[in-house]
């Protein structure tokens, strides 16, 4: 079955166009030798060029599993030298790449959400970081519901489409660096929020410290959505 969660990123990576002669090079290089036209090897210096040569070298032998299913991303490596020099350039970015042997292919590959979004990002696919890290949040929040659906009837559908929103707004703000200069009151809420996804208004007051009310919890959060734009 093809996969089209791995399309959309292709195609996406594939409209990265506006980049330094430098990436360029380092990009192109990736593709040569990860298509197997080449086996030149070619050691990018800076940063910009290390993500150009994972984009092509996952424009040719990469895939990702679609985010509603599960988390795995990985590169089919031609040889063993390009799977040592892919695995160092995961790792500069911070990343934690396993590798494996299939067919007597090496694979290099990640299976943890976080760093998926991350190398999502930093390949240059933004629009599909955005809809993997939905698909994240909501696989979360339900995870959170599922356990939780035999001992609570009601609005939980209501609860859960909050919890969604009010993460995506709270992420949004760490992301664009204003969440550091919010007030110890906002920043509360919002930390027991991102670590109970799926909690009721009620408890989320519960678990700051002092306890708050609903209400006054339900005022902070507008006004976290207000400020992250969230509607
Ligand atoms: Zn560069």
Known sequence: MADSFAQKVREELLH??????HCRKAQQSARRLFSRESNERF??????????????????????????RSYHFEITCPDEYAAVDLLAMLEKCGLEPKEMLRKNNIVVYIKEGRQIKDLLTLM???????????????REVRGGVNRRVNCETGNIGKTVAAGVKQIRAIRSLQEN???DGLSD???????????????????IGQLVIPPVSKSCVNHRMRKILELAGVR
């Not at 990265?16 to 002669?21: F, G, K, L």
């Not at 009151?185 to 408890?203: F, G, H, I, K, T």
Request: hydrophobic residues 45%; proline residues 7%; contains cysteine.
């Open 124 to 138: 240059g696919a933004p629009i599909s970081m955005m809809a993997f890290e939905n698909e994240r949040i909501l």
């Open 43 to 68: 050691e990018p210096k800076k940063d910009c060029c290390i993500r150009a040569f994972i984009r092509g070298a996952f424009i040719e032998a990469g895939t990702i599993s679609d985010p509603a």
């Open 177 to 179: 660096g204003t969440f």
């Open 185 to 203: 009151a906002l920043q509360d809420v919002a930390y027991a929020r991102l670590e109970n996804p799926e909690a009721s208004m009620e408890e």
């Open 16 to 21: 990265v166009t506006r980049m330094a002669p």
